[in-house]
């Protein structure tokens, strides 16, 4: 399997949600084939923040990746990511919400406005018949309005969730990735596989194949993936050639009984 951190990077960077999402991005990944349902409500467990670490750390305790959900949104709500774990009878729910900018802007506040002025005065008037006096007073009114900006933040968040379910106790017990453009050029051959993660207590654990090694031949074949799955079920011992901190190794890969496809 490639290496899902930049499928995350690249959706979350893409896809842009409005709303709650966790399953109309939902991207379900082949093994979800071949692992058992869960009859347990879904465990939640926090992010480490590097989808790949947590992709290995879980497969090495025997559960593996059925599928993840990635896009961005304006809230931090994950609820219904678990319901969603639920659906999928996933055992459990790795759930990264990651803060990914903050703007500030303005929002317009308009409210009318009236000014009231009064007007009052006393007047005299003289004239041949004598002197007259008196009072007046007045009010004017004025209507309008007045606009004030009114400071907020729009936040953005990243949303990822891996959705986990336990895988049998099948085959050798490797998690493997395609090669790197760089390694193919390395070995000359598309045909080999790269080791992710070793599921502990398990043949490749017990015959110390690790993370990291890249497996070139099984049984003299190059070791593509269905190479690698004809073997496990077929004689034994296996005969692996992998490269390890830039040399070659032959290792015997004995798959029990238990763990032989029935």
Known sequence: MRRLFPL????????????NDWEKFYRPLPIGNSTIPSTEAPEV?????NPDADIETM??????????????????NTKDAVRL?????????????NLESTRTTTIPLTMPTTTTSYSRGNVQAYGTGGSAHG????????????TTYLPYQVNRFRKTALYFSF??????????R?????????FETRRAVA?????????????????GDIILTVNGNPADLSNLQKAASGPQPIKVQIARNGALREIDLEIPTEWQPH
């Open 8 to 19: 995350l990077l690249a959706l979350t960077t893409s896809q842009q949600a409005s709303a």
């Open 45 to 49: 467990i926090a992010s480490s923040g």
């Open 59 to 76: 497969w090495r305790r025997g559960f593996g990746i059925i599928g993840y959900t990635a896009f961005e949104t304006g809230n931090s």
């Open 85 to 97: 774990a639920k659906k999928l009878h996933a055992r459990y729910l790795i759930v990264g919400t």
């Open 135 to 146: 009072s007046y007073s007045g009010t004017t009114t004025t209507y309008g309005s007045q």
């Open 167 to 176: 895988v049998p106790k099948i085959g050798a017990g490797i998690l493997t």
């Open 178 to 186: 395609e090669l790197t453009p760089d390694e193919v050029a390395k």
């Open 195 to 211: 080791v992710q993660a070793i599921r502990d207590g398990s043949p490749a654990y017990l015959a110390d194949i690790l993370p």
